[in-house]
Every structure is written in structure tokens, then in C-alpha cells.
């Protein structure tokens, strides 16, 4: 992840999630959902977790009002058809080629889910519905949303909306500081594709120019940032 005046904190990296630390606050932006560690921080850095720290996930449909262009074009990536890959029937040949059985309904599969839906687990993240009537309210939570890159939004969605009715400048490091990650790079990118995915392919580096021209949306010019 790449962040301006940021610092990795290698000790609490290996604990399993990517924590930065911003002006004297750390804060976990994403923990890795491929093996679901909860991060643990030391005290100094818990006593430290910033208000990034406690941001919740509400969904892409909650980002498509203002950001119709990127919304319509990540509909179109694979990572927002994730969560049809894990029904039964879903991406039959990709599953003989994994040895995953094309039958299985694997949206009941806690391994599977942590990477295939939004914030799983995690506060305001997808959880695994009891019936009908939950998983219809899950739906917004299916697939590889935005927040999986950008980070969980209930903190800069209120600054997005204050510079859109203010229509002000704004400077990126008001975004970090409210948990977003504005520049998703390949370190994002890996916290899912990695050999922990069933089809992973080890045979091929991952490519992040590439694959962000065939999994990323279509970018718009930004107006108000400065
Ligand atoms: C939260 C996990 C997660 C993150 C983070 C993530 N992906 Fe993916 N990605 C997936 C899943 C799951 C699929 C498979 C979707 C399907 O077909 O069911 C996928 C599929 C893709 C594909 C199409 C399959 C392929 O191998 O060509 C591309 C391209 C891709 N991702 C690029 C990216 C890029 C670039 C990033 C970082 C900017 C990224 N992804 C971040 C989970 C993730
Ligand atoms: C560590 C994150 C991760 C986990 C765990 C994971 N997936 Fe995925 N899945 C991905 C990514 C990333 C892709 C894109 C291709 C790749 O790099 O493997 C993907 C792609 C797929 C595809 C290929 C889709 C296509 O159309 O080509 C299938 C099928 C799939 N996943 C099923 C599963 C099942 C079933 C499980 C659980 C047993 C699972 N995945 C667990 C991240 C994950
Ligand atoms: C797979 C990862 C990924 C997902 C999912 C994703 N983004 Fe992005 N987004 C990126 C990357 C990478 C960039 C930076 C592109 C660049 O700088 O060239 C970006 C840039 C942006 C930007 C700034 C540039 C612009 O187009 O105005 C906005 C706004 C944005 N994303 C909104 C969204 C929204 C809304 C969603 C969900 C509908 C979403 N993103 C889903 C990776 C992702
Ligand atoms: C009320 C409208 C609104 C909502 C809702 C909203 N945004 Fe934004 N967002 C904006 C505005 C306005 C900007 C600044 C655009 C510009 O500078 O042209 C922005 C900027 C961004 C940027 C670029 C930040 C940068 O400086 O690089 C990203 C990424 C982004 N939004 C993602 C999201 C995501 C993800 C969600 C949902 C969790 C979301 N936004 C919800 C209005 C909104």
C-alpha cells in the first residue's frame, strides 16, 4: 500500500495485517482475508489506533450515487461476479482446473467467502446469512466491492459527501487519515491473489499493470483534489 508520509510497521506486518502509522497513529487498513488473522497489535499500538481504526464497511452501493462511472465499469471486473464463482454451477471448468468440486455450494465456506464477498467478519462486513431473509440483506455485501481496495468506508464517505456539497479542495492525507487508501497498489492486490486461492497460478508473477487494465475499474480525472 502506498501512503504519503507512511510508514510500515514491519512487527505488526507479520502479525498478519498491513498497519500504517500516520503522524503518531497506527491504524489497520487491511488485514489479510486470505488467512483471516485477526491482527494482533502490541499495546503501544493499540493505545496509538487512530479513528481509521474502528471504520466500518457499508457497501459498494453505497459509493455508486457519486461514483457511477467506476461503479459501472467494476461491474463489469470479475470481482463483482465473486460470489456467483462460489455457487453451485458457478465457473465449472475454473473448478475442474482448481480440483474443486463444481457442485459445492461454496458461499457457505468461510475460506472461500473471506475472499470472494466485502469485509468479511469484519465489522459492517459480510457475514455468513442463518436465512432467505438475512442473505438478501448480504447482497450488498457479495463479491469484491470497492472497499476490499479502498478500504472500509463509514469514515471518508462523510468527507466525500462534505466536499461534494461543499465542493472544497481537499488533500488526499485527509482520506488516509479517515482510513481510505486512495492509490491501491499491488500489495492490495496480493492480500487476495496469492497461493491461498485455490486457482492461483505460482507459475506466473503477478503482473500489476496488467492485471490492474483487466480487474480495475475505469478512472475519472478528480477536480477537487489538490
Ligand atoms: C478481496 C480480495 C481481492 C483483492 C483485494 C483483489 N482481488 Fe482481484 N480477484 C479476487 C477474486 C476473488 C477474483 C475472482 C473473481 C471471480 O471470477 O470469481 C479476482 C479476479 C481478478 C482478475 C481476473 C482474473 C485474472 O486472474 O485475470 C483480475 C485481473 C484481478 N482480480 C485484478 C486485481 C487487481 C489489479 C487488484 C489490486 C488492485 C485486485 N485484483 C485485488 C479477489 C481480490
Ligand atoms: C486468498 C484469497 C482466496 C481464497 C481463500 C479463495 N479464493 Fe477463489 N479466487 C481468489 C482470486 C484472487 C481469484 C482470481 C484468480 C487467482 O488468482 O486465483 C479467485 C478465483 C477463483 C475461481 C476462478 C474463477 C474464474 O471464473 O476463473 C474459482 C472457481 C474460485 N476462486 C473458487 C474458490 C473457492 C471454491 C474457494 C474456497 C475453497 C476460494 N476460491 C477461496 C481468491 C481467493
Ligand atoms: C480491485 C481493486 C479496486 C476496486 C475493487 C475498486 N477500485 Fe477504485 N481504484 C483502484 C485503483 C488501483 C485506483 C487508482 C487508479 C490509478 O491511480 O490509476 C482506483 C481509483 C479510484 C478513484 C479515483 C480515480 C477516479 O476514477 O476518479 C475512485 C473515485 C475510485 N477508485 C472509486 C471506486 C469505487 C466507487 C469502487 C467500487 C464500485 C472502486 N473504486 C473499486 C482499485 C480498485
Ligand atoms: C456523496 C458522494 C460520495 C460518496 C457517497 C462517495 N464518494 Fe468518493 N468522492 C466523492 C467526491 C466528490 C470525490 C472527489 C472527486 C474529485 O476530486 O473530483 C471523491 C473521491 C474519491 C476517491 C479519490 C480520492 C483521491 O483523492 O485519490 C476515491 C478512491 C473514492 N472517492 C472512493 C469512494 C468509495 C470507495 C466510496 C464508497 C465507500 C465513495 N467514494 C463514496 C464523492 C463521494
Given amino acids: 500500500m502506498r501512503y504519503r508520509n507512511t510508514f510500515v510497521v514491519g512487527a505488526l506486518l507479520a502479525a498478519g495485517g498491513v498497519v500504517i502509522w500516520q503522524g503518531g497513529r497506527a491504524s489497520t487498513v487491511s488485514a489479510n482475508p486470505g488467512d483471516l488473522t485477526v491482527v494482533a497489535t502490541t499495546a503501544a499500538a493499540s493505545a496509538a489506533l487512530g479513528p481509521a481504526g474502528d471504520a466500518e464497511y457499508v457497501g459498494s452501493s453505497k459509493c455508486k450515487k457519486c461514483h457511477l462511472a467506476e461503479h459501472k465499469t467494476w461491474e463489469k471486473t470479475p470481482h463483482a461476479k465473486a460470489m456467483e464463482t462460489l455457487k453451485p454451477g458457478g465457473a465449472k471448468e475454473a473448478k475442474e482446473k482448481a480440483k474443486l468440486d ?33 442473505a438478501k440483506k448480504m447482497e450488498a455485501m457479495e463479491n469484491v466491492g470497492c472497499e476490499m481496495c479502498h478500504g472500509p468506508g463509514s469514515k471518508y464517505i462523510v468527507i466525500h459527501e462534505d466536499i461534494m456539497k461543499s465542493k472544497r479542495k481537499y488533500k488526499d492525507d485527509e482520506l488516509v487519515a479517515a482510513g481510505q487508501n486512495t492509490k491501491p497498489d499491488k500489495a492490495v492486490c496480493v492480500t487476495c491473489h496469492n497461493e491461498k486461492s ?14 490492474k487494465a483487466k480487474g480495475v475499474h475505469d478512472v475519472q480525472p478528480l477536480k477537487q483534489r489538490e
Fill in 102 to 134: 463444481p457442485q459445492k455450494d461454496y458461499t457457505k465456506d468461510a475460506t472461500c467467502v473471506a475472499c470472494h464477498t466485502v469485509g468479511f467478519g469484519k465489522p459492517g462486513g459480510y457475514q455468513m446469512p442463518a436465512d432467505a431473509e438475512a
Fill in 198 to 211: 485455490p486457482s492461483f497460478d505460482k507459475s506466473v508473477a503477478f503482473d500489476f499493470d496488467k492485471m
